[in-house]
Each structure stands twice: as C-alpha cells, then as structure tokens.
C-alpha cells in the first residue's frame, strides 16, 4: 500500500531555533515530492523536488530529496514565530496528477 | 484572478441531510480534485477529474460522488451526511503533470461541514 509518513507529528521549538521535519514515502510510480506550509486554510506551495541531493531553497526553508533512502527533508534556519503552521509532504505519482499526503507536522514556534 | 473558490465555507447538517459543495476555479486547470482533511490524518482524496465529463474514485469515496460538468467547476455531493462526514474539506486543481512530473496543485479556502 502507498504510504507517506512524516516525523515528528508535532514540535515546539523557539524563535532562532533550527528544525528538521522529515518525509518518507513508499510509492508506486513515484515522480515528485512536494511541500505545503498550512496555516489557518489553504495549504500553500512550498518546493517540489524530482532530482536526488539537489537542494531546493526559499529564504530560510530548504529542502532536498533523497530517491534512493526514498525521503525528504525540509529544514527552517532561524525559526519565527510566523512558521507556525502545519507543514504537509506529498508525493505525486502515476499520470493523474494525484498526490498522497502524509500526516503533517505541527510546529509551533515560541517568542 | 481569483484561482480556486470554495462555497459554502462553513456548514452545519443533521444526519440524513444533503448537500452540494461547489468548487471553481480560473485557471483553465485541467484537473480538479476534492480532499477531506481531519485532526492527524492529512488530506485524503475522496474523488478527482481529469476533464470535463469525467470523474474517478480516490482513496476516501464512500457516501460522496461528484460532477464536473463545465471545466471549472467540480461540485461534491453528500446525499446522506453522517457524522463521519464532519471534517474540512478542500477543492484543488491542477494542469496535467507531464514529463517533467509538475505535480503542484493549487488549494481552494475549504468549507468546515459539521454533521450532527
């Protein structure tokens, strides 16, 4: 069965902080990683990764792909208070367009 | 340009009720999906489209079904609500992946349905 598993569930951390969410996935027909940030709505777009070891970048968030481990991993330097938010993995397969998601993480950054 | 519109966004049933969700959207997107969203469990596709006239089953489709009768929009149905039902449900869209495998979908605001 096709499964995305993101650790930790859930993290509190303080504002300067760096953290490390973690994806892994098993999928069939596996052709990309993505990451949406989740605030109070709409999940936003974050990266999508379809290379090995070439790391993506925005800002303070980076992540990278690992095809041959089969995870990801999205870090945040310099933590704020405006990271918190839910942060979901995906992995797009097949020719539909569909993706699965993994649980979330939950990260809270204290002042 | 408003990209992908959700109504209603809040909703209260009583079990055995129904009602129609209606997503659209501006992007001339080829495919639309609707998702359910509950506490630890992320999004789970209950059905998608892949055009105008058609529609599939995702992971999640039991007491829902859904039509897309014009390219923008993608209406959800429950003919029955239970509360199982209760939940955020989100509309996405996208245009085809293709060989170079852009999955990125594009998320409406989510209607939150409580089923009493």
């Known amino acids: 069965e096709d499964k995305v598993v993101q650790s930790p569930l859930s993290l509190v951390v303080h504002e300067g902080d760096t953290v490390t969410l973690n994806c892994s996935y098993e999928?069939?027909?596996?052709?990309?990683l993505l990451w949406y940030k989740q605030e109070k709505k709409a999940p936003t777009f974050l990266f999508m990764l379809?290379?090995?070891?070439i790391e993506k970048k925005s800002g303070r968030l980076s992540s990278i792909l690992d095809k041959k481990e089969l995870f990801s991993i999205l870090n945040i330097t310099a933590t704020q208070t405006g990271d918190s938010a839910i942060y979901l993995c995906?992995?797009?397969?097949?020719?539909?367009?569909?993706?699965?998601f993994g649980q979330g993480t939950t990260l809270q950054v204290k002042p | 340009n408003a990209g992908v519109t959700q109504t209603p966004k809040f909703r209260v049933l009583k079990t055995g009720q129904s009602m129609t969700l209606l997503c659209a959207q501006d992007?001339?997107?080829?495919?639309m999906y609707w998702y359910r969203q509950d506490p630890g469990m992320g999004l789970r596709l209950i059905h998608y489209?892949?055009?105008?006239?058609?529609?599939a089953k995702g992971e999640v489709p039991d007491g829902y079904n859904v039509s897309r009768l014009k390219k923008q929009n993608f209406l959800l149905g429950l003919e029955s609500a239970a509360p199982s039902q209760t939940s955020v449900y989100f509309c996405?869209?996208?245009?085809?992946?293709?060989?170079?495998?852009?999955?990125?979908?594009?998320f409406g605001p989510g209607t939150r349905l409580t089923v009493t």
């Open positions: 489209s892949v055009g105008e006239g058609t529609t």
């Open positions: 996405a869209s996208s245009s085809p992946p293709g060989l170079a495998g852009l999955y990125e979908q594009y």
């Open positions: 995906a992995a797009g397969y097949g020719n539909t367009g569909k993706l699965i």
């Open positions: 999928v069939t027909n596996f052709r990309s």
């Open positions: 992007m001339n997107h080829e495919y």
């Open positions: 379809t290379s090995s070891g």
